[in-house]
């Protein structure tokens, strides 16, 4: 699957409708996140199964506000529409690789959890 252009309009409906999103945030202007470019897109044919998604943050100023992208590139990635990784930083195609490979075998069962947990020990 090629890429799709995420904006604040199908974020929603992209987010809701899948269970394994990485969102890409990047610049035209920004050297590292260009050279990631060619590794993202490598790797949304590898992974057919998974929605890559992009957020050209100029365009979508209020997009990387909202999930408070201060550098790029920023991965996020999405498993039942719970972000379980975000970080800044272009990667290699293997790390890359290695990063899906984790995220998919996360038990989002124990994921949901330990949220609850963590919310519940924030509560009381």
């Known amino acids: 699957m090629a890429t799709v252009e995420l904006t604040k309009d199908n974020l929603?409906?992209?987010?809701?409708?899948?269970?394994?999103?990485?969102?890409?945030?990047?610049?035209?202007?920004?050297?590292?996140?260009?050279?990631?470019?060619?590794?993202?897109?490598?790797m949304s044919e590898k992974y057919p199964d998974i929605v890559?998604?992009?957020?050209?943050?100029?365009?979508e100023q209020e997009l990387a506000g909202q999930f408070n992208i201060r550098s790029i590139p920023t991965l996020m990635i999405f498993r039942e529409q719970i972000i379980i990784y975000s970080e800044a930083g272009a990667m290699q195609g293997p790390a890359f690789e290695q990063l899906i490979t984790r995220a998919n075998e996360l038990d989002m069962d124990e994921v949901?959890?330990?949220?609850?947990?963590?919310?519940?020990?924030?509560?009381?």
């Open 52 to 59: 890559f998604a992009k957020v050209n943050t100029e365009a």
């Open 112 to 124: 949901r959890k330990q949220i609850e947990e963590e919310q519940a020990a924030q509560n009381a």
């Open 12 to 42: 929603p409906e992209v987010i809701e409708n899948n269970d394994f999103v990485i969102l890409d945030f990047w610049a035209p202007w920004c050297g590292p996140c260009q050279s990631f470019g060619p590794v993202y897109e490598e």
